[in-house]
């Protein structure tokens, strides 16, 4: 007797009643593969600036705080130990002025993860929307759709209806465009959450890659004011440390909405593993390695800069982060596959929303020796 026949289909499998990844948005890095197939046919090989993921080693004070603490047998805690939490605050209060305690912090398994659930966490769902810049980190939409709520882009949040968005995201510096928001519009946008009851989320994991503009947190008491009501900046080490790899985040502000965070994640058991919390203290209790990845990035950043401007393209935005906004003002697939017959991988504009479809993203996250063999090509082929 075949009763397979009759029976519905194993959730998760294709035709059960509600797959969750059928909410979501196609992963669009596989369009890019051809691409890189090209690219990589290229004799002097691939120079690959489509991805923001770090390249230089994990830094020695870091790597050795985390192998000191790896016999760590019991469970560790959500919230970590004070001296963790300690070392968040005091940074926000060293680099971000935020005169902020260590009961409103919480590390994060990767601020991509906390950018995708805080929705849902925070009981967001049908009815309820969730803003973001049109040009975004595609996780902001993503965060929506899993809870149920309607993704909403914004250019300005006065286009935005205060009676139905609950969360509101900024990026500053931006992911993909560079652009730093000033004090003067982080103010607008922190009245307008507080005016309409809407949490404001600045995502703000790019802040200590500031090249011609100098980065404000959202904590920051000329933006926000005496509190942080209302508010919480995303802050990840995964770029400013080379931290990639450990999943090393946090998120602080409103003492009442990160109360409520860590009750949540206590019972979903997302915990930072104890060795990442010694190497997350090591990191943020040292600055001389940030300086010193920074002046890596900033020539990485000058010599393509000036090699894609003589090559003709023109560069918008890009005053921090790790990426530059360029274009040739046509659509953002001619540009990729030219550059890719050159051997150079960059991401469309239009994987970060319809806005950026004559642009194109290219990630300085690369060596020295592929930044220059990029140059190089570049400057041959003009
Ligand atoms: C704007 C933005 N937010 C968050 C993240 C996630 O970073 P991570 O999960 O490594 O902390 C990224 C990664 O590229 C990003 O660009």
Redesign the pocket.
Known sequence: MNTNSTRAPFPGHPGAARRVSDLLPVFPWDKLEPYKATALAHPGGLCDFSV?TPVDPVPEVIQKALAAATDTPGYPTVWGPAELREAIAGWLHRRCGAEIGPQAVLPTV????L?AWLPTQLGLGPGDQVAYPRL??P?YEVGARLCGAEPVEYDSVDELDGSRVRLLWV?SP??PTGRVLGGDELRRAVAWAREHGALLVS?E??LELGWSAEPVSVLHPDVCGAGHEGLLA?H????RSNL?GY???FVAGDPVVVRELLEVRKHGGMIVPAPVQAATIAALSDDAHVAEQRERYAARRSALRAALEAYGFRVEHSQA?LYLWVTQDRPCWETVAELAALGILVAPGDFYGPAGERFVRVAFTATDERVAAAVERLNAAR
Do not use: F, I, P
């Open positions: 923001g990767g601020s991509k993860e950018v975004a980190y996780t990026n931006s992911n995502d994991c790019y995303v990840s080490l995964s770029k990639a999943r090393a985040s982060s």
